[in-house]
Protein backbone atom coordinates (compact mmCIF):
# COMPACT_ATOMS: atom_id res chain seq x y z
CA UNK A 1 0.00 0.00 0.00
CA UNK A 2 2.66 2.33 0.91
CA UNK A 3 4.28 1.43 -2.70
CA UNK A 4 1.10 2.51 -4.39
CA UNK A 5 0.65 5.55 -2.93
CA UNK A 6 4.32 6.63 -3.37
CA UNK A 7 3.80 5.67 -6.94
CA UNK A 8 0.52 7.42 -7.22
CA UNK A 9 2.54 10.66 -5.56
CA UNK A 10 5.07 10.62 -8.47
CA UNK A 11 2.66 10.21 -11.00
CA UNK A 12 0.82 13.04 -9.63
CA UNK A 13 3.72 15.40 -9.22
CA UNK A 14 4.83 14.25 -13.13
CA UNK A 15 1.32 15.25 -14.36
CA UNK A 16 1.15 18.12 -12.54
CA UNK A 17 4.97 19.20 -14.20
CA UNK A 18 3.20 20.41 -17.45
CA UNK A 19 0.88 22.85 -15.70
CA UNK A 20 3.69 24.27 -14.00
CA UNK A 21 6.41 24.70 -16.54
CA UNK A 22 3.31 25.96 -18.53
CA UNK A 23 2.69 28.74 -15.48
CA UNK A 24 6.47 29.30 -15.64
CA UNK A 25 6.22 30.32 -18.95
CA UNK A 26 3.70 32.60 -18.81
CA UNK A 27 5.84 34.38 -15.46
CA UNK A 28 8.60 34.98 -17.22
CA UNK A 29 7.44 35.34 -21.20
CA UNK A 30 4.61 38.33 -21.38
CA UNK A 31 1.88 37.74 -23.80
CA UNK A 32 1.19 39.75 -26.66
CA UNK A 33 -1.04 41.59 -24.85
CA UNK A 34 1.19 42.49 -22.14
CA UNK A 35 4.14 43.24 -24.96
CA UNK A 36 1.69 45.32 -27.09
CA UNK A 37 0.62 46.95 -23.30
CA UNK A 38 4.62 47.32 -22.21
CA UNK A 39 5.58 48.80 -25.70
CA UNK A 40 2.56 51.34 -25.44
CA UNK A 41 3.69 52.86 -22.41
CA UNK A 42 7.51 52.69 -23.11
CA UNK A 43 6.52 55.34 -26.30
CA UNK A 44 4.56 57.69 -24.07
CA UNK A 45 7.49 57.40 -21.77
CA UNK A 46 9.88 58.46 -24.92
CA UNK A 47 7.88 60.93 -25.87
CA UNK A 48 7.31 62.51 -22.18
CA UNK A 49 11.11 62.68 -21.77
CA UNK A 50 11.52 64.05 -25.71
CA UNK A 51 9.01 66.76 -24.96
CA UNK A 52 10.93 67.28 -21.59
CA UNK A 53 13.74 67.99 -23.47
CA UNK A 54 12.38 70.30 -25.93
CA UNK A 55 10.70 72.51 -23.41
CA UNK A 56 14.25 72.74 -21.87
CA UNK A 57 15.72 73.38 -24.82
CA UNK A 58 13.56 75.78 -25.38
CA UNK A 59 13.82 77.76 -21.92
CA UNK A 60 17.75 77.58 -22.25
CA UNK A 61 17.50 79.27 -25.82
CA UNK A 62 15.08 82.03 -23.81
CA UNK A 63 17.37 82.95 -21.15
CA UNK A 64 19.93 83.28 -23.41
CA UNK A 65 18.00 85.57 -25.40
CA UNK A 66 17.22 87.43 -22.43
CA UNK A 67 20.70 87.82 -21.44
CA UNK A 68 21.66 88.93 -24.91
CA UNK A 69 18.98 91.63 -24.79
CA UNK A 70 19.51 92.61 -21.69
CA UNK A 71 23.09 93.29 -22.23
CA UNK A 72 21.76 94.90 -25.83
CA UNK A 73 19.52 97.30 -23.82
CA UNK A 74 22.62 98.19 -21.24
CA UNK A 75 25.04 99.09 -23.90
CA UNK A 76 22.69 101.38 -26.23
CA UNK A 77 21.59 103.25 -22.93
CA UNK A 78 25.33 103.80 -22.68
CA UNK A 79 25.75 104.98 -25.73
CA UNK A 80 23.26 106.72 -25.55
CA UNK A 81 24.34 108.72 -22.66
CA UNK A 82 27.72 109.74 -24.25
CA UNK A 83 26.01 110.93 -26.91
CA UNK A 84 24.23 113.25 -25.05
CA UNK A 85 27.34 114.16 -23.33
CA UNK A 86 28.95 114.74 -26.70
CA UNK A 87 25.91 116.95 -28.24
CA UNK A 88 25.63 118.94 -25.00
CA UNK A 89 29.65 119.54 -24.92
CA UNK A 90 29.38 120.20 -29.26
CA UNK A 91 26.36 122.60 -28.70
CA UNK A 92 28.70 124.66 -25.93
CA UNK A 93 31.41 124.79 -28.39
CA UNK A 94 29.05 126.24 -31.25
CA UNK A 95 27.61 128.69 -28.56
CA UNK A 96 31.45 129.92 -27.90
CA UNK A 97 32.31 130.08 -31.74
CA UNK A 98 29.10 132.53 -31.86
CA UNK A 99 30.59 134.55 -28.62
CA UNK A 100 34.30 134.63 -30.54
CA UNK A 101 32.70 136.01 -33.69
CA UNK A 102 35.60 135.15 -35.86
CA UNK A 103 37.64 137.89 -34.34
CA UNK A 104 40.90 137.30 -36.10
CA UNK A 105 42.01 140.60 -34.95
CA UNK A 106 42.70 139.65 -32.02
CA UNK A 107 46.35 138.60 -34.03
CA UNK A 108 48.61 140.63 -34.90
CA UNK A 109 49.25 140.67 -38.94
CA UNK A 110 46.47 138.42 -39.45
CA UNK A 111 45.71 140.02 -43.24
CA UNK A 112 48.89 137.62 -43.90
CA UNK A 113 46.86 134.42 -42.74
CA UNK A 114 45.58 132.30 -44.64
CA UNK A 115 42.33 130.12 -44.79
CA UNK A 116 42.84 126.22 -44.35
CA UNK A 117 39.95 125.37 -46.55
CA UNK A 118 42.04 125.49 -49.91
CA UNK A 119 45.26 123.67 -48.50
CA UNK A 120 47.11 120.89 -49.30
CA UNK A 121 46.69 118.69 -46.34
CA UNK A 122 49.58 116.80 -46.47
CA UNK A 123 51.38 120.51 -45.63
CA UNK A 124 49.06 120.61 -42.38
CA UNK A 125 50.09 117.35 -40.48
CA UNK A 126 52.51 117.81 -37.96
CA UNK A 127 52.57 121.84 -38.00
CA UNK A 128 52.19 123.59 -34.76
CA UNK A 129 48.67 125.01 -33.49
CA UNK A 130 48.84 127.98 -31.25
CA UNK A 131 45.86 129.47 -29.10
CA UNK A 132 44.94 133.10 -29.53
CA UNK A 133 47.49 135.13 -27.15
CA UNK A 134 50.34 131.95 -28.22
CA UNK A 135 50.07 129.68 -26.14
CA UNK A 136 50.81 126.37 -27.54
CA UNK A 137 48.26 123.83 -27.94
CA UNK A 138 49.65 120.78 -29.82
CA UNK A 139 50.03 119.69 -33.35
CA UNK A 140 48.20 119.22 -36.38
CA UNK A 141 47.22 114.87 -36.58
CA UNK A 142 44.77 114.40 -39.35
CA UNK A 143 42.74 116.27 -41.82
CA UNK A 144 39.23 115.87 -42.79
CA UNK A 145 38.61 117.08 -46.31
CA UNK A 146 35.69 116.91 -48.42
CA UNK A 147 35.30 115.17 -52.15
CA UNK A 148 37.23 118.09 -53.64
CA UNK A 149 40.01 118.32 -51.54
CA UNK A 150 38.85 121.51 -49.07
CA UNK A 151 39.81 120.93 -45.61
CA UNK A 152 36.81 120.99 -43.17
CA UNK A 153 38.29 120.16 -40.19
CA UNK A 154 41.83 119.28 -38.39
CA UNK A 155 42.81 116.77 -35.61
CA UNK A 156 44.83 118.58 -33.40
CA UNK A 157 46.67 116.65 -30.34
CA UNK A 158 46.70 118.22 -27.32
CA UNK A 159 48.83 115.64 -25.07
CA UNK A 160 47.52 112.24 -22.79
CA UNK A 161 46.54 110.66 -25.95
CA UNK A 162 44.13 113.32 -26.53
CA UNK A 163 42.37 115.04 -29.95
CA UNK A 164 40.23 117.81 -31.09
CA UNK A 165 38.94 118.42 -33.80
CA UNK A 166 38.87 121.90 -35.03
CA UNK A 167 36.47 123.41 -37.48
CA UNK A 168 38.79 124.77 -40.75
CA UNK A 169 36.69 128.26 -40.01
CA UNK A 170 38.01 128.72 -36.42
CA UNK A 171 41.81 128.17 -37.41
CA UNK A 172 44.22 130.20 -39.98
CA UNK A 173 47.77 129.53 -41.08
CA UNK A 174 50.60 132.22 -40.57
CA UNK A 175 52.86 131.70 -43.51
CA UNK A 176 55.51 133.80 -42.38
CA UNK A 177 55.88 131.12 -39.17
CA UNK A 178 54.59 127.75 -40.78
CA UNK A 179 51.97 127.82 -37.51
CA UNK A 180 48.22 127.23 -37.31
CA UNK A 181 46.42 129.81 -35.40
CA UNK A 182 42.98 129.68 -33.57
CA UNK A 183 40.90 132.25 -31.82
CA UNK A 184 39.71 129.81 -29.33
CA UNK A 185 41.24 129.99 -26.16
CA UNK A 186 43.53 127.02 -24.93
CA UNK A 187 41.31 125.76 -22.30
CA UNK A 188 38.28 125.92 -24.89
CA UNK A 189 40.65 123.00 -26.83
CA UNK A 190 41.08 121.20 -24.30
CA UNK A 191 37.70 120.58 -23.02
CA UNK A 192 37.33 119.54 -26.87
CA UNK A 193 40.05 117.15 -26.30
CA UNK A 194 37.86 115.68 -23.70
CA UNK A 195 34.46 114.94 -25.09
CA UNK A 196 33.17 111.06 -26.01
CA UNK A 197 33.36 111.10 -28.81
CA UNK A 198 35.41 114.40 -31.00
CA UNK A 199 34.90 112.57 -34.20
Not at 30 to 43: H, K, S, V, Y
Not at 81 to 105: I, K, P, Q, S, T
Not at 146 to 160: A, C, E, L, P
Request: no cysteine; glycine share 8%.
Amino acid sequence: MKHLLGTAAIAAMLGASPALAQQDYYNTNPTPAERAQTEDLNARAAAAAQGGGQQAQSDADAARYDARKAQYDAQKADADARNAVYARDRAHYEADRDDYGHRWDAFFGHRDFRDLSGMNTADLVGRRVDARGGAFIGRVRAVDADRFGHVRRVSVSTGFGRRAWLDAADLRYDPATGTVHTYLRHSDVDAMARMRFPH
